[in-house]
């Protein structure tokens, strides 16, 4: 599906995205890239807009303006959706179901899964398997969701918030995982509010507010005067609530 020409494009790359919900803005003329092989953070306020732009990647919204291309294909066409895996920040779609059942049932959808076994063992679902989704704690969905992401071998992972709940174990062998995946040439887009994760994480950061990109960078470019990421964060961003008509805050 991947061609020498679509590899030559960078893992993502987002022009101009408006979306309106409604006479509210979440994402005002937004454009950012993510490289190939590498892990790219967005950090943001609350409504910032981070979700709804992974779900404009995800091909789940349709910008009123503006285009996504996801490993050189439009946003949402088969082409793009074959070659990513998405852990959402929550989903009650799983409800009843245990989790390796789950995991096999989405193994089945590709042609070429990892072993379900070997991935439940590496992040731990072995201990709660046979536990119904709806029934789990928050830490625990949050690995078979990131599991869930990952089963199909995608070239291209987006994962909101992947270790928000999470205990300092499980966070720390989440990292080292995420990392390994970067190794092998996955790209991965995440998003997070944890300052250390995207400093131990990210080769590039997007700080989002309002809808917009404020700033980019590596972490080491961003911090380069002496400031934390995290006093990088507050002076870039704003505490507010996007006001109704999208205007800067
Ligand atoms: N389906 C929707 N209908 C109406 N408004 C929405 C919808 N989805 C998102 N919004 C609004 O768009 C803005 C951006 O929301 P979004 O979930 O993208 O923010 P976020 O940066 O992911 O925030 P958080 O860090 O709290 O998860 C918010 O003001 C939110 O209320």
Redesign the pocket.
């Known amino acids: 599906m991947t061609d020498r020409t679509t590899r030559a494009e960078p893992a993502l790359e987002a022009t101009g995205l408006t ?1 309106r ?2 006479d ?4 005002d003329d937004l454009s950012l890239t993510a490289a190939r092989g590498a892990i790219t953070a ?1 950090l ?12 404009c990647c995800t091909g789940l ?1 349709r910008p009123s303006a503006g285009r996504v291309r996801v490993l050189g294909h439009p946003a949402g066409s088969p082409a793009a959706t074959v070659g990513i895996g998405s852990m959402p ?1 929550s989903t009650g779609a799983w409800s009843g179901i245990r989790p390796l059942e789950l995991l096999r049932h989405l193994a089945g959808l590709y042609a070429h899964p990892l072993p379900v076994d070997a991935l439940a063992a590496r992040l731990g679902i072995d201990d709660f398997a046979r536990t119904p989704y709806r029934r789990l704690s928050g830490g625990e969905k949050q690995a078979v969701n990131l599991a869930g992401a990952l089963v199909g071998r995608p070239e291209l992972v987006f994962l ?2 992947p270790t928000a709940g999470m205990d300092p174990h499980a966070r720390r062998a989440t990292w080292a995982l995420l990392g390994e995946l970067r190794e092998a040439g996955v790209s991965l887009l995440l ?1 997070t ?1 944890a300052m250390d994760e995207a400093a131990t994480l990210a080769d590039r950061v997007h700080i ?1 507010d309002g ?1 917009r990109v404020r700033l980019s960078g590596t972490v080491a470019e961003l911090t380069g005067d002496g400031r934390s990421l995290e006093d990088v964060f507050l002076a870039s961003t704003s505490p507010h ?2 006001s109704p008509s999208g205007a800067e805050r």
């Open positions: 979306v919900f409604g509210r803005t979440a994402l967005l943001g306020p609350n409504g910032a807009g981070k979700t709804t732009f992974l779900r919204i920040q909101d918030e998003t509010h989002v809808g609530a996007v």
